[in-house]
């Protein structure tokens, strides 16, 4: 257990809708990122906030934002939803610090139809 | 932007044999970190090179950070059923006023024939 919480586990919605992703990082830690998996693919770094600022972007798509809230936690949103958005979607969060090591929530499964 | 190259994709190996993966990175690194994800599982730290040449060992394996820090290697010695799974670098470098920004490679997924 990395103590980085994601929820729902699992999100099946229909093209053209709107959901929303959470993540509450493990205690203490200021940074969360946000990644996308697809099948058999690498981690596709979308954003990273710090202490509730956006710090560093990716490929992150138009349809999706994100935000990080005063008490850490953090929602991604993705809207206008394509098949292609399937995938696992995962929070991860970061002590500060120089050295940035990152501690994975469980995942986000979300499928399209 | 910085990019991180990881070789193989795939291996597969008999139980017993050794696997070695490779991350290659377009630009100095800051440090260089591995994880490991398990088959349905989620991406987790196993540990972070530092220091240019640095070699640092858990159990059965050994991570190596190259002398000019934009390369390093993690090697499995006799293979097990448990190491199946992903395994990432990840390179941690400088994106400019002062940040740091850490690039994943694309992984390398190891089968472990029993």
């Known amino acids: 257990d990395s103590g980085v919480t994601q929820t729902p586990k699992h999100l099946i919605t229909a093209t053209g809708q709107r959901v929303t992703l959470r993540c509450s990082p493990r205690?203490?830690?200021?940074?969360v990122y946000w990644y996308q998996q697809s099948l058999d693919q690498g981690l596709q770094f979308l954003i990273q906030y710090y202490n509730g600022e956006e710090r560093a972007k990716g490929n992150i798509l138009e349809r999706f934002s994100a935000q990080q809230f005063p008490d850490l936690h953090s929602e991604l949103n993705l809207s206008s939803l394509e098949l292609g958005d399937s995938a696992l979607y995962f929070c991860a969060s970061s002590p500060s610090g120089r050295y940035y090591e990152q501690y994975f929530g469980p995942g986000t499964r979300l499928t399209v139809t | 932007g910085q990019q991180v190259m990881q070789i193989p994709q795939y291996q597969h190996v008999q139980e017993g044999e050794d696997f070695t993966t490779y991350c290659n990175s377009s630009?100095?690194?800051?440090?260089i970190q591995w994880y490991k994800q398990r088959p349905g599982g989620h991406p987790v730290f196993l540990i972070q090179?530092?220091?240019?040449?640095e070699v640092k060992k858990q159990k059965r394996l050994t991570f190596q950070f190259g002398e000019a820090k934009k390369n390093s290697s993690l090697h499995i010695t006799a293979t097990q059923t448990t190491d199946v799974g992903t395994y990432f670098c990840a390179g941690l470098g400088n994106s400019g006023a002062g940040s740091y920004q850490l690039t994943f490679g694309k992984g390398t997924k190891l089968s472990v024939i029993p």
């Open positions: 630009t100095t690194l800051s440090n």
């Open positions: 090179l530092v220091k240019s040449g």
């Open positions: 205690s203490g830690d200021l940074s």
